[in-house]
């Protein structure tokens, strides 16, 4: 039985893997600061024999027995990560550093979520692992891209100096249950809004693009970049290469979920990028992992969710 640490396993994406990992008979230790992540998210998961739930913030050393960690704790929506953009830089650099001493100390192997916010507003489409980014460093995105730019820079840096197993992973748009209500990301804000019966909020002319991971795929590309052999660092883009615009993406929550919502527009956040398509050559030949859920069929598990979320 291996002992996995999730930093940020309360979270959206946390609690899912905890959940996965618990289920492939691992012993798992759910680290979370409850930021803007939730108890609520995992609760199902308490009284599990092999699950630990523990309330600590990354930014302050943390130690215990490990085999492998998945440094997870962030908060990733722009909403929250702009709320308190200091302690959102705080965590992605002293957490990730605790992290990495932790993983040196116990000769564990780490796993880092990172994101294509590195790639910034991207001058290449869609991105590859080689591209460097077009990041702008003093905005307001910046406490999140730089602090995860500077993350996967301690990464290699611990790898090249202490020799510790790091795997990086770019994490694309992924959505899916458990998000939370007020998230602010696009794709809860869409279902919430049209569920609800109020306007459906566009931000800009809705031209930008993104391309939207169901959980489950992520999950299972973060296992097998894991169980890669020592020595293969990354980074990995993780995402879905379908590749859609606001107003497409608003269209098709509408006429699922029916009603009378209008789209209304909303002035544009600054450094929004324009667009966003995962390359995942490398997560194909490396991992075997290619996405296996449609926008279609993840969108209607989401309006599900939410429905019962709202209405039950
Ligand atoms: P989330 O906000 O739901 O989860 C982040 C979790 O980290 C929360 O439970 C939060 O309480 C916890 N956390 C925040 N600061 C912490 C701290 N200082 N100490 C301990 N815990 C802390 O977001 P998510 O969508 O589940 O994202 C999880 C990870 O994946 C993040 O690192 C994020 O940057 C990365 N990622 C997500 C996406 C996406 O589209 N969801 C895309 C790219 C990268
Ligand atoms: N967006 C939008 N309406 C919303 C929330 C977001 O039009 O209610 C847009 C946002 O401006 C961006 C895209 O949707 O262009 C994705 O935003 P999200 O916050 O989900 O993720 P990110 O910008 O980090 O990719």
């Given amino acids: 039985m ?14 899912h893997l905890c959940e996965r990992l618990l289920n492939e008979g691992n012993a798992v230790i759910c680290l979370d600061n409850f930021y803007s992540g939730s108890k609520k998210n995992v609760w199902h998961l308490i009284g599990h024999p092999g699950f630990e739930l523990v309330r600590h913030d990354v930014t302050e050393p943390y130690r215990a027995e490990i085999d492998e960690i998945y440094n997870l704790a962030c908060p990733a929506s722009p909403v929250f990560y702009q709320y308190d ?11 990730t550093f605790n992290m990495l001493g932790l993983a040196k100390r116990t000769k564990a192997k780490i796993l880092q979520a990172s994101t294509s916010e590195v790639y910034g507003d991207p001058a290449e489409h869609p991105q590859h692992e080689d591209y460097w980014g077009n990041v702008n460093p003093i905005g307001i995105r910046s406490c999140y891209d730089e602090g995860k730019r500077c993350a996967e820079s301690l ?45 459906i909020t566009i931000y800009g002319d809705g031209s930008q693009t993104r391309s939207f991971q169901f959980v489950s795929d992520l999950v299972e590309g973060m296992i097998r970049m894991m169980a890669t052999p020592v020595g293969f660092t990354g980074p990995v883009n993780l995402g879905n290469p379908g590749e859609f615009t606001m107003i497409e993406l608003a269209e098709k929550v509408l006429s699922k979920v029916g009603g009378k919502s209008k789209i209304v527009f909303r002035p544009l956040p600054a450094d929004d990028p324009k667009m966003r398509r995962p390359d995942i050559t490398l997560a194909k030949k490396e991992l075997g992992w290619e996405p296996k859920v449609s926008l279609d069929e993840g969108l209607d598990e989401v309006i599900a969710y939410f429905r019962q979320v709202l209405f039950q």
């Fill in 155 to 199: 990464c290699f840096d611990y790898h090249r100096i202490h020799g510790v197993d790091v795997k990086v992973i770019r994490i694309f748009n992924t959505y899916g249950p458990r998000m939370a209500v007020n998230d602010g990301r696009v794709v809860s804000n869409f279902v919430v809004q049209a569920l609800k019966g109020e306007d």
């Fill in 85 to 95: 953009p200091i302690q959102t830089t705080k965590t992605s650099v002293f957490g």
């Fill in 2 to 15: 291996k002992q996995i640490l999730v930093t940020g396993g309360a979270g959206f994406i946390g609690s």
